[in-house]
C-alpha cells in the first residue's frame, strides 16, 4: 500500500520541475517536446506499475485477511486432537494379539525372618489344640504364603479368578489351589452367586487375603476356630440390598472337607453359612462396617480329632477414621471379632481310639486391634488376642492363653512393605513365647483393588 | 381367605415390580468434576452422587460399603478412568453385583472421550504410579472437558430417552457459555504463559500446556511416591534459578513438602482447587477455572 502511493507522489512532485524548466531551453522546443513526450510515457509506466503494486498489495491483504480468518476459525473449533478418535484405543494396544484376553495376573511375595524364645516344635496352647496352620511361625528365615493371581471377566456374565499358594512347610515345599471360583455379574436385583473354591464370608478378616492384614499373622480365634481362614469347595449366594445403608446378607454351602469341618459329611455338604454386614459413614471422615455371622457345621473328625455338630458364631466390627476420609494418608482402625464355638459330639480319644471321648462345650476368642497411621509411609498398630477354654471335657483347661502384639510397618509405596512386629504370648498358664518378626510383602503385576 | 392371601401376594408383587414412570436417572460420579459436569449436563433430570471430596486423593480411595450402596444404585457410572480408579473402582463394581454399570452404557470413563497427554512408552513402576493409559488429571483442560460434555450428553439421552431434549438444550447451553468462557479465561491468564511451575504431583500438564506455563519440577521425585527431604534439596536451585511463578499443589495435597521448599526460595506455595469443591470459591466448573486463573494470577502480582 505505501510503495505504489510514494511513487506517484514523487512523479507528481517532478512533473511541475520538469514544466518549469529555464526559458533558454525554449529554442529547443522539439526537445522539450520530446522530452515531455517521455516523461508523459514514463509517468504512464509508472502508473500502471503503481496499479500493479496496488494490485498485489490488495491482494496480499486478502490473503493475510482470508488466513486470519481461517486462524480464528481454528482457535474457535475445538481442536481435533483432543477428542478420541471412533476407535476403542485398546483395539490397537492389543490388536490381533491372541495375549490380549490374558486375565489380569498378580502375584504376591512374602517372606519372614522370626526369632522364638519357645521352640515352635514345643508350643501348645491350653484348650485349643493346634490345627492346621494355626500354630506359631517358623525360627529363622522362611518363606510365607506368595501367591499367584489370576483373573478376568469371562464373559458378559460370569467372572473368574485362580489363587495358587506357595509355602514352605518345615523346609517342603507345596503349591496350593488357594481360591477357583467364577463369580456372577449380571444376576437381576443385587443378587451374587460364586461358585468353586473361595474363602467364606464370615466375619471380617476371613474372606481377606493375609496380605492385606495389619499384623504379620492372624488372631488367635481364627487360628483356634478357622484354622487361620476358612476355604473350601461350596457355592455362595450374596444379596446386596438397595438402601443408603451398605446392607449385604448371604448364605453358603461347603464341602466340609477342612478345618473346622472335616469328613465332607452330608454328602460332601458339611458346612452351611450364614451372614450378613451392614456398613456406612458418619460425616467425611468415619466409616464403619460390622457384621454377624453362623458357621454350622457336621464333621467326621475334623483335624482336632472332633466329630460331631458345631456351630461357630462371629461378631465383627471395624471403625476407620481419617483426616478428610483420606485412609491412606493417616487416621486410625480399630477393629474387633468375637467367636462363640458350641460344640456337640465327641473327640479322639489320644489312649484308646475305640472310646471317644464326649465334648460339649463352648469355647470362645476375641481380638481388638488398633492401628494408627502417621502417614503414607508408617503406621503403627497393637492387638490384644484372647482365648477361653473350656473348664470341662477333653481340652479342659483352666488356663485362658492370651497374647498382645506390637507392629510397625513402612511402605515404600502401595506395591512393597517391610513389618515389623512383637508378640509376647502366653499359650499356657507356664509358658511364654516372645516372637520378633521382620517381614517384607510385595505385589507385582495388575493392581489390585483391595476391600474395606 | 385363601383368595384375600393372593390378592395381598399379586399387591405385593405388582409394588415390588412396578417402577415409577418418571424416575430419575441415578448416577455415581466418581470425582466432583464430573458430578459438576452432570448438573450442567442434566440439572434436576438425574440424581447424582459423588463418590469422593476434592480434599480426597482419588488415586487411593478406599471401597468403603457406603460406596458400594451407591453404586449397587446406579444406572451410569461416571468416572475419569484412565486407572486413575483402579485401586477402588473395581472393587466397587464387583462387589456391588451391579450388571448395568459394569460394562456397556452404564459405564463412562471421560478418559475413553478424549486422547490423554503423558502415555508411557514403557510400563515400569520403577517409574513410579505411572498409568497406562496417560494423564488422567485431564479436568483442567476446557477443550477436553467440553468434548467429554458432549459425550456424555449423548450417553444421558442414550439412557433416558424421554428427557433427551432436555439433555440436548443444556448441552447446547453448556457448550455457548463454556466456549465463550475459554477466550475470557485466556485473555485473563496472558501474564501467566511463558512462566515456569513447580509441581507436587504431575496433576497439572493439561493446566500447563493450555495456558502455555511450564512444568520445571515436581516435588514427587516419582509419580505417586511421597517427596522426600533429599530430593526437595535437589529442587531449591532450579526454583530460585528459573524465575519461578509459584510452587503448585492441590487442596488434598499436603501443605508441608511446598511451604518447605517456599521457605528457602522465596518462592510462593499456591494451593490451587484442582476440582470442584477444592476452595469456597469453586461451586461449579465456571468458578473452578476462574478461581484457578485468580490464584495463579495472585502469585504473578
Same mark, same amino acid.
Given at each position: 500500500?505505501?510503495?505504489?502511493?510514494?511513487?506517484?507522489?514523487?512523479?507528481?512532485?517532478?512533473?511541475?520541475?520538469?514544466?518549469?524548466?529555464?526559458?533558454?531551453?525554449?529554442?529547443?522546443?522539439?526537445?522539450?517536446?520530446?522530452?515531455?513526450?517521455?516523461?508523459?510515457?514514463?509517468?504512464?509506466?509508472?502508473?500502471?506499475?503503481?496499479?500493479?503494486?496496488?494490485?498485489?498489495?490488495?491482494?496480499?491483504?486478502?490473503?493475510?485477511?482470508?488466513?486470519?480468518?481461517?486462524?480464528?476459525?481454528?482457535?474457535?473449533?475445538?481442536?481435533?486432537?483432543?477428542?478420541?478418535?471412533?476407535?476403542?484405543?485398546?483395539?490397537?494396544?492389543?490388536?490381533?494379539?491372541?495375549?490380549?484376553?490374558?486375565?489380569?495376573?498378580?502375584?504376591?511375595?512374602?517372606?519372614?525372618?522370626?526369632?522364638?524364645?519357645?521352640?515352635?516344635?514345643?508350643?501348645?496352647?491350653?484348650?485349643?489344640?493346634?490345627?492346621?496352620?494355626?500354630?506359631?511361625?517358623?525360627?529363622?528365615?522362611?518363606?510365607?504364603?506368595?501367591?499367584?493371581?489370576?483373573?478376568?471377566?469371562?464373559?458378559?456374565?460370569?467372572?473368574?479368578?485362580?489363587?495358587?499358594?506357595?509355602?514352605?512347610?518345615?523346609?517342603?515345599?507345596?503349591?496350593?489351589?488357594?481360591?477357583?471360583?467364577?463369580?456372577?455379574?449380571?444376576?437381576?436385583?443385587?443378587?451374587?452367586?460364586?461358585?468353586?473354591?473361595?474363602?467364606?464370608?464370615?466375619?471380617?478378616?476371613?474372606?481377606?487375603?493375609?496380605?492385606?492384614?495389619?499384623?504379620?499373622?492372624?488372631?488367635?480365634?481364627?487360628?483356634?476356630?478357622?484354622?487361620?481362614?476358612?476355604?473350601?469347595?461350596?457355592?455362595?449366594?450374596?444379596?446386596?440390598?438397595?438402601?443408603?445403608?451398605?446392607?449385604?446378607?448371604?448364605?453358603?454351602?461347603?464341602?466340609?472337607?477342612?478345618?473346622?469341618?472335616?469328613?465332607?459329611?452330608?454328602?460332601?455338604?458339611?458346612?452351611?453359612?450364614?451372614?450378613?454386614?451392614?456398613?456406612?459413614?458418619?460425616?467425611?471422615?468415619?466409616?464403619?462396617?460390622?457384621?454377624?455371622?453362623?458357621?454350622?457345621?457336621?464333621?467326621?473328625?475334623?483335624?482336632?480329632?472332633?466329630?460331631?455338630?458345631?456351630?461357630?458364631?462371629?461378631?465383627?466390627?471395624?471403625?476407620?477414621?481419617?483426616?478428610?476420609?483420606?485412609?491412606?494418608?493417616?487416621?486410625?482402625?480399630?477393629?474387633?471379632?468375637?467367636?462363640?464355638?458350641?460344640?456337640?459330639?465327641?473327640?479322639?480319644?489320644?489312649?484308646?481310639?475305640?472310646?471317644?471321648?464326649?465334648?460339649?462345650?463352648?469355647?470362645?476368642?476375641?481380638?481388638?486391634?488398633?492401628?494408627?497411621?502417621?502417614?503414607?509411609?508408617?503406621?503403627?498398630?497393637?492387638?490384644?488376642?484372647?482365648?477361653?477354654?473350656?473348664?470341662?471335657?477333653?481340652?479342659?483347661?483352666? #488356663?485362658?492363653?492370651?497374647?498382645?502384639?506390637?507392629?510397625?510397618?513402612?511402605?515404600?509405596?502401595?506395591?512393597?512393605?517391610?513389618?515389623?512386629?512383637?508378640?509376647?504370648?502366653?499359650?499356657?498358664?507356664?509358658?511364654?513365647?516372645?516372637?520378633?518378626?521382620?517381614?517384607?510383602?510385595?505385589?507385582?503385576?495388575?493392581?489390585?483393588?483391595?476391600?474395606? | 381367605?385363601?383368595?384375600?392371601?393372593?390378592?395381598?401376594?399379586?399387591?405385593?408383587?405388582?409394588?415390588?415390580?412396578?417402577?415409577?414412570?418418571?424416575?430419575?436417572?441415578?448416577?455415581?460420579?466418581?470425582?466432583?468434576?464430573?458430578?459438576?459436569?452432570?448438573?450442567?449436563?442434566?440439572?434436576?433430570?438425574?440424581?447424582?452422587?459423588?463418590?469422593?471430596?476434592?480434599?480426597?486423593?482419588?488415586?487411593?480411595?478406599?471401597?468403603?460399603?457406603?460406596?458400594?450402596?451407591?453404586?449397587?444404585?446406579?444406572?451410569?457410572?461416571?468416572?475419569?478412568?484412565?486407572?486413575?480408579?483402579?485401586?477402588?473402582?473395581?472393587?466397587?463394581?464387583?462387589?456391588?453385583?451391579?450388571?448395568?454399570?459394569?460394562?456397556?452404557?452404564?459405564?463412562?470413563?471421560?478418559?475413553?472421550?478424549?486422547?490423554?497427554?503423558?502415555?508411557?512408552?514403557?510400563?515400569?513402576?520403577?517409574?513410579?504410579?505411572?498409568?497406562?493409559?496417560?494423564?488422567?488429571? #485431564?479436568?483442567?483442560?476446557?477443550?477436553?472437558?467440553?468434548?467429554?460434555?458432549?459425550?456424555?450428553?449423548?450417553?444421558?439421552?442414550?439412557?433416558?430417552?424421554?428427557?433427551?431434549?432436555?439433555?440436548?438444550?443444556?448441552?447446547?447451553?453448556?457448550?455457548?457459555?463454556?466456549?465463550?468462557?475459554?477466550?475470557?479465561?485466556?485473555?485473563?491468564?496472558?501474564?501467566?504463559?511463558?512462566?515456569?511451575?513447580?509441581?507436587?504431583?504431575?496433576?497439572?500438564?493439561?493446566?500447563?500446556?493450555?495456558?502455555?506455563?511450564?512444568?520445571?519440577?515436581?516435588?514427587?521425585?516419582?509419580?505417586?511416591?511421597?517427596?522426600?527431604?533429599?530430593?526437595?534439596?535437589?529442587?531449591?536451585?532450579?526454583?530460585?534459578?528459573?524465575?519461578?511463578?509459584?510452587?503448585?499443589?492441590?487442596?488434598?495435597?499436603?501443605?508441608?513438602?511446598?511451604?518447605?521448599?517456599?521457605?528457602?526460595?522465596?518462592?510462593?506455595?499456591?494451593?490451587?482447587? #484442582?476440582?470442584?469443591?477444592?476452595?469456597?470459591?469453586?461451586?461449579?466448573?465456571?468458578?473452578?477455572?476462574?478461581?484457578?486463573?485468580?490464584?495463579?494470577?495472585?502469585?504473578?502480582?
Amino acid at each position: 500500500m505505501r510503495l505504489p502511493h510514494l511513487l506517484l507522489s514523487s512523479v507528481l512532485v517532478l512533473a511541475p520541475v520538469v514544466a518549469t524548466t529555464p526559458a533558454s531551453a525554449r529554442g529547443t522546443a522539439t526537445t522539450v517536446q520530446q522530452q515531455l513526450d517521455a516523461l508523459e510515457a514514463r509517468v504512464k509506466a509508472l502508473e500502471a506499475h503503481d496499479s500493479v503494486l496496488r494490485k498485489q498489495a490488495d491482494d496480499a491483504i486478502a490473503a493475510a485477511q482470508a488466513a486470519q480468518a481461517e486462524l480464528a476459525a481454528i482457535k474457535a473449533a475445538p481442536p481435533a486432537p483432543v477428542a478420541a478418535v471412533e476407535a476403542p484405543p485398546a483395539a490397537a494396544a492389543t490388536g490381533g494379539n491372541a495375549n490380549g484376553f490374558n486375565p489380569a495376573i498378580s502375584v504376591i511375595l512374602n517372606g519372614s525372618y522370626s526369632t522364638h524364645s519357645l521352640d515352635p516344635q514345643h508350643y501348645a496352647r491350653a484348650g485349643f489344640p493346634l490345627v492346621d496352620e494355626g500354630g506359631p511361625g517358623p525360627r529363622g528365615l522362611s518363606l510365607g504364603e506368595s501367591e499367584i493371581s489370576l483373573a478376568s471377566n469371562i464373559d458378559e456374565k460370569f467372572y473368574g479368578q485362580l489363587t495358587l499358594t506357595a509355602h514352605s512347610d518345615n523346609g517342603e515345599d507345596h503349591v496350593g489351589v488357594e481360591e477357583a471360583f467364577v463369580d456372577t455379574t449380571a444376576l437381576p436385583d443385587g443378587f451374587n452367586l460364586r461358585l468353586g473354591r473361595f474363602f467364606s464370608n464370615v466375619g471380617y478378616l476371613n474372606s481377606h487375603h493375609a496380605h492385606t492384614d495389619n499384623f504379620f499373622d492372624r488372631p488367635l480365634a481364627y487360628q483356634a476356630f478357622l484354622g487361620s481362614q476358612y476355604g473350601d469347595d461350596g457355592a455362595q449366594l450374596r444379596w446386596l440390598a438397595p438402601t443408603d445403608l451398605y446392607l449385604e446378607v448371604g448364605g453358603e454351602i461347603f464341602r466340609g472337607s477342612n478345618y473346622p469341618s472335616g469328613g465332607a459329611e452330608h454328602s460332601g455338604a458339611g458346612v452351611k453359612t450364614l451372614f450378613a454386614h451392614a456398613g456406612g459413614d458418619v460425616g467425611v471422615e468415619n466409616s464403619w462396617l460390622a457384621g454377624l455371622s453362623m458357621l454350622k457345621s457336621s464333621a467326621n473328625g475334623a483335624a482336632d480329632g472332633f466329630s460331631g455338630d458345631s456351630t461357630l458364631y462371629i461378631g465383627d466390627a471395624t471403625w476407620k477414621w481419617a483426616p478428610q476420609g483420606n485412609f491412606k494418608d493417616g487416621g486410625v482402625t480399630v477393629r474387633s471379632e468375637f467367636f462363640v464355638d458350641n460344640r456337640d459330639g465327641t473327640a479322639v480319644n489320644p489312649i484308646d481310639d475305640d472310646e471317644p471321648l464326649a465334648w460339649h462345650g463352648a469355647r470362645r476368642g476375641a481380638y481388638v486391634e488398633g492401628v494408627y497411621r502417621f502417614n503414607r509411609t508408617w503406621d503403627i498398630g497393637y492387638r490384644v488376642d484372647k482365648l477361653w477354654a473350656d473348664r470341662t471335657g477333653p481340652y479342659a483347661s483352666a #488356663f485362658d492363653p492370651y497374647r498382645n502384639s506390637v507392629e510397625l510397618t513402612w511402605r515404600n509405596s502401595e506395591f512393597s512393605l517391610l513389618r515389623l512386629q512383637f508378640s509376647r504370648d502366653e499359650p499356657t498358664a507356664d509358658t511364654t513365647d516372645n516372637a520378633l518378626t521382620l517381614q517384607y510383602q510385595v505385589s507385582l503385576g495388575a493392581h489390585g483393588a483391595h476391600k474395606f | 381367605m385363601n383368595r384375600l392371601i393372593l390378592l395381598c401376594t399379586m399387591a405385593l408383587c405388582a409394588s415390588a415390580f412396578a417402577v415409577p414412570a418418571h424416575a430419575n436417572l441415578k448416577v455415581f460420579s466418581c470425582e466432583p468434576e464430573w458430578g459438576a459436569l452432570l448438573t450442567e449436563l442434566a440439572g434436576d433430570k438425574v440424581d447424582v452422587d459423588v463418590g469422593t471430596s476434592a480434599l480426597q486423593d482419588v488415586h487411593v480411595i478406599e471401597a468403603k460399603p457406603s460406596l458400594i450402596a451407591k453404586v449397587r444404585r446406579a444406572d451410569l457410572v461416571v468416572c475419569t478412568g484412565a486407572d486413575l480408579e483402579i485401586g477402588w473402582l473395581p472393587q466397587l463394581v464387583h462387589q456391588s453385583g451391579n450388571p448395568k454399570i459394569a460394562s456397556g452404557a452404564g459405564s463412562f470413563m471421560a478418559s475413553d472421550q478424549i486422547t490423554t497427554l503423558e502415555k508411557p512408552s514403557q510400563l515400569d513402576r520403577a517409574n513410579g504410579d505411572v498409568h497406562p493409559g496417560g494423564n488422567p488429571h #485431564f479436568q483442567m483442560d476446557p477443550q477436553r472437558v467440553l468434548a467429554i460434555a458432549k459425550a456424555l450428553s449423548a450417553r444421558l439421552a442414550q439412557l433416558d430417552g424421554a428427557n433427551a431434549a432436555t439433555y440436548q438444550q443444556r448441552l447446547a447451553d453448556f457448550s455457548a457459555r463454556w466456549s465463550a468462557a475459554i477466550p475470557r479465561w485466556e485473555a485473563k491468564a496472558a501474564p501467566l504463559k511463558g512462566r515456569n511451575v513447580v509441581v507436587h504431583h504431575n496433576s497439572w500438564i493439561y493446566l500447563t500446556t493450555w495456558l502455555g506455563m511450564h512444568e520445571i519440577g515436581s516435588l514427587e521425585p516419582k509419580p505417586g511416591v511421597p517427596p522426600t527431604s533429599a530430593h526437595l534439596a535437589t529442587l531449591i536451585d532450579t526454583t530460585k534459578a528459573q524465575h519461578t511463578l509459584a510452587i503448585i499443589r492441590a487442596a488434598y495435597q499436603d501443605p508441608k513438602p511446598a511451604d518447605w521448599l517456599a521457605e528457602r526460595t522465596g518462592v510462593p506455595a499456591v494451593t490451587l482447587p #484442582f476440582t470442584v469443591g477444592g476452595d469456597a470459591q469453586s461451586r461449579d466448573l465456571f468458578s473452578f477455572y476462574d478461581s484457578t486463573i485468580d490464584k495463579l494470577l495472585g502469585a504473578a502480582k
